[in-house]
């Protein structure tokens, strides 16, 4: 399994992103997906999760009614789109994939096992 991870960028406050990610090797439905992301010097944390269907999706207190997780199962695609962005936004973001078939969002790093490469979204204030 391969994640392509894309999209991060150096942006102001209040501004937008989408972050795509690709996944190949093996069919994108499997999989329950996420992003997390990690600032300098801290630990990587969750952002937002999706359940394989896309008919669950949960994330952070801190990006909550900013950022949306979507899925394209045709075209094995994982997006989160960023709106109203603040400096605190400012990390490598990772898409992450673990095969998982129930309707739930998975919040665990632990519990991922194939992972993207990271972009790095930067937000000046």
């Known amino acids: 399994v391969q994640l392509q991870a894309s999209g991060g960028g150096l942006v102001q406050a209040g501004s937008s992103l989408r972050l795509s990610c690709e996944l190949s090797?093996?069919?994108?439905?499997?999989?329950?997906m996420a992003w997390f992301r990690q600032a300098p010097g801290k630990e990587r944390e969750f952002v937002s999760g999706?359940?394989?269907?896309?008919?669950?999706?949960s994330h952070a207190d801190s990006v909550k009614g900013r950022f949306t997780i979507s899925r394209d199962n045709a075209n094995n695609t994982l997006y989160l789109q960023m709106t109203s962005l603040k400096p605190e936004d400012t990390a490598a973001y990772y898409c992450?994939?673990?095969?998982?078939?129930?309707?739930?969002?998975?919040?665990?790093?632990?519990?991922?096992?194939?992972w993207g490469q990271g972009t790095l979204v930067t937000v000046s204030s």
């Open positions: 999706i359940s394989w269907s896309g008919s669950t999706s």
């Open positions: 992450a994939a673990m095969p998982w078939r129930r309707d739930e969002v998975v919040t665990s790093r632990g519990l991922y096992n194939h």
């Open positions: 090797g093996r069919p994108f439905s499997m999989f329950a």
